[in-house]
């Protein structure tokens, strides 16, 4: 089981290693010590904490879709030609770019600063790892 480093923690859960040390000393998230005496934090306990942190934004939207993977966020950029626009979201620290019709844009009210959904439904999703650490 990998263990993960404190540092290497606050940059998975977007919070900084003193958030990551407060919850490791009040014993909300639990951690050891390594061969080297620092503190680590085993993968799967890292993975049950982040699932229990997660807290999303209400979806504004509130419509039922096949598509499970939805990301709220906030538009931030809009690029649109005659036919075409690209559309920026920022979802938390991800952003996700969408293409699609400038009419699509334009009923949708899509410009900065709208609160919007991504939601996307791919068949096919590829997981990397960095191999051994």
Known sequence: MPAIR??????LLGVSDDTVRRWVDSGALAATTDDTGRKVIAGAD?????VR???P????????????N??????TKVTSDR???????????FTVVSLMSTESV???GLEPGVVAVAAV???TVIVETAGDR
């Open 6 to 11: 404190i540092k290497e923690a606050a940059t």
């Open 83 to 93: 036919v075409m626009s690209e559309v920026q979201l920022q979802c938390g620290p």
């Open 57 to 68: 934004p209400p979806d504004p939207v509130g419509v039922s879709s096949s598509a499970r």
């Open 106 to 108: 334009t009923q949708l």
């Open 46 to 50: 890292l993975a049950d904490f982040a």
């Open 53 to 55: 942190q997660a807290d």
């Open 121 to 123: 439904k791919a068949t």
């Open 70 to 75: 939805r990301f709220v966020g906030l538009v």
